[in-house]
């Protein structure tokens, strides 16, 4: 059901794109935005609040569909609607406060470099991605969620010696308030540099045995273990400024044809956003491979280090609790799937014992 909505989600996101490019209908938003303001900049706000508005109002009905909706149809969300709307709330906001700084950085480097606008775009998207990786632990999770230091003592020390042995000094073990919202489990392996930490959610806290939150944390450990954020960070940044070329070529042969200015006309800016969405869901395969690749090197570590069966059982467990498809069809995982299915995770470990 998730998968389909989100379909319909990119189809529909895809078709309004397309009609606001091949219509008049951007040339009127920057005319508009023209008229209200003689300041360039100013004109970029007023059209970006017209046009990401109107996306966003858009994609509201679906993502209210599935994330409150079907979430709670199969008994997995704690949230009211209240709760829904605020956490909606908080995330448009974010949205505007982060989007808009690098709206204008856009429009200074388009305008600013000529040329060179798509690798210009590309190294300073890359920066950005560091950036906000680095501070995500600590400015933008705890927007959404409240962290605190690991409450068992005995779990903080399991959990502390697994990290020892993999080399990890981490900034620390947290838990953070995922039942506010969900009865899913999840853990992760985030920050970079100073701000390294690993995260349990409290639903996994609950249901899991001991032995399974240690296989848990050596699978995140392992990520950090064979450097899968930096090797992530490295592809993603040859991938983006792929696209960004892509974008500044296929902009360069479309724009005179459909009437908009070189790079920087207001007008053609949706031009550039389609052809970096399509070439983005295109390219997707590809980093959901590089993405599984990652996944099964750190299920191995986590073999190796607190045994197969625990992780297994964690698996398992997860699969349940977060009504996960535990054999996906190959198609669907191979197109879209981050994670290598839980079917074949679990024969890993079976492997592994053998
Ligand atoms: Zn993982």
Request: glycine share 10%; aromatic share 10%.
């Amino acid at each position: 059901v998730k998968l389909a909505l989100s379909l319909v989600d990119a189809a529909l996101s895809l078709a309004a794109a397309l009609v606001l490019v091949l219509s008049p209908l951007s040339l009127r938003a920057a005319e508009f935005a023209a008229g209200t303001t003689s300041v360039g900049a100013l004109q970029w706000l007023v059209y970006a609040a017209l046009v990401g508005g109107g996306f966003l109002l858009l994609g509201l009905p679906l993502a209210f569909v599935s994330g409150y909706l079907v979430e709670h149809r199969f008994g997995l969300s704690n949230q009211t609607l209240g709760a829904w709307v605020r956490e909606q709330g908080k995330g448009m906001a974010l949205l505007v406060g982060l989007g808009t700084p690098l709206l204008l950085g856009f429009r200074a480097l388009v305008l600013g470099t000529g040329a060179w606008w798509g690798l210009a775009v590309a190294v300073a998207f890359f920066a950005v991605t560091v950036l906000l990786v680095r501070l995500a632990p600590t400015l933008l999770m705890p927007i959404f969620f409240q962290f605190k230091p690991l409450e068992n003592p005995a779990l903080a020390a399991a959990i502390g010696d697994i990290c020892r042995r993999g080399g990890l000094a981490l900034e620390g073990v947290y838990q953070f308030d995922m039942s506010k919202n969900t009865r899913k489990a999840n853990a992760a392996f985030t920050g970079l540099g100073k701000t390294k930490r690993v995260i349990l959610g409290d639903t996994l806290l609950a249901k899991f045995s001991v032995d399974e939150i240690r296989a848990v944390v050596a699978h995140e450990v392992g990520h950090f273990t064979h450097a899968h954020l930096v090797k992530g960070l490295a592809a993603n940044g040859v991938l983006t400024t792929a696209l960004f070329l892509l974008a500044q070529a296929a902009y360069g042969a479309l724009a005179p044809r459909l009437g908009y200015g070189p790079a920087g006309d207001l007008a053609g800016l949706p031009l550039i956003f389609l052809v970096l969405g399509v070439a983005g869901f295109v390219s997707q395969p590809l980093s959901n491979a590089l993405s599984r690749a990652f996944e099964r090197e750190a299920d191995r570590y986590a073999f190796a280090t607190t045994g197969p069966t625990p992780m297994a059982d964690a698996l398992r467990r997860l699969a349940e609790q977060n009504l996960a498809d535990v054999r996906p069809n190959p198609v669907v995982e191979f197109l879209f799937h981050s994670h290598p299915s839980v079917a074949k995770r679990i024969a890993a470990a079976d492997a592994f014992r053998n």
